[in-house]
């Protein structure tokens, strides 16, 4: 983990960037900027929250770990939202880990000062609650859609999400990841990834996927990425 002095209130993360100005100016001067690699921990479970994260590149999963030892992401968390929900609701620790995915710049509000803003800021609070809504939506959805659908629906469903916090169409990912996110096998996942290559949807070596056909994409998942898009629009993204 790299550590920055951040410069300029110019935020790309969507939650930031829906501020009134005046909130944004105040809370911008307490915001430290940290540069996270692949596969950091940056909440582990049952164990304080010291801070909450704002991405502005690079996303987080949000893993359920099991007895076992497996895992399975239950949410994902890009540059349009936040990391520490449970300071918001009143807890200040958490059942999941987060793990990053795709490395990347994220903002960092130490505990204390998040509770501070929140309490002088009515704006940010009541957005922050909203974006609490539209993740749980996330999780939900994402829940059903695992226990529902088939694997194909669910890796096209999976990619469009991560497409939509990628900068660009191409970002790292691994077949083991891959299976992890959508809780099976990694044959699975490989029979899956090879049919959408031939297909032209997507393009994928060494570690790094690419998306080369958004509508096909789309047009292989099920309604979940849809009704999950839509909710994050109807709560958070007009006013971001």
């Known amino acids: 983990m790299a550590v920055f002095q ?3 209130p110019a935020p790309k993360n969507r939650l930031l960037a829906a501020l009134p100005a005046e909130d944004l100016a105040r809370i911008w001067l307490r ?4 540069e996270f690699g692949l596969r950091e921990i940056v909440q582990v479970p049952d164990k304080p929250i010291t801070a909450v994260y704002f991405p502005e590149s690079g996303w987080v999963s949000m893993m359920a770990l099991l007895a076992d030892g ?9 540059f349009d939202g936040m990391l520490g929900l449970p300071l ?3 807890s200040d620790r958490a059942a999941t880990e987060a ?15 998040f509770q501070e803003e929140q309490d002088r800021s009515p704006a940010f609070h009541k957005l922050l609650l909203r974006y609490a809504l539209a993740f749980q939506a996330q999780v939900g959805q994402t829940a059903a859609c695992n ?3 088939t694997l194909d629906q669910r890796l096209a469903r999976w990619l469009l999400t991560a497409h939509d916090r990628a900068h660009g169409d191409e970002f790292p990912m691994t077949q083991e990841f891959l299976a992890i996110m959508l809780c099976v096998h990694r044959s699975g996942v490989t029979v899956a990834a090879r049919l959408f290559q031939q297909a032209g949807l ?3 070596s060494s570690g ?5 056909d958004r509508a096909g994409l789309e047009a292989a998942a099920c309604e979940c990425h849809g009704v999950v898009a839509r909710e994050f629009q109807r709560l958070v993204g007009a006013a971001a």
Do not use: N
């Open 70 to 78: 497996s895992a399975a992401e239950v949410g994902l968390v890009g």
């Open 6 to 8: 951040s410069s300029h």
């Open 202 to 204: 997507i393009r994928y």
């Open 31 to 34: 915001l430290e900027a940290v």
């Open 147 to 149: 226990g529902r659908h």
């Open 208 to 212: 790094q996927m690419t998306i080369t």
């Open 99 to 113: 793990m990053v995915q795709a490395p990347g710049t994220f903002l960092r509000l130490g505990a204390v000062a």
């Open 88 to 90: 918001l609701l009143g």
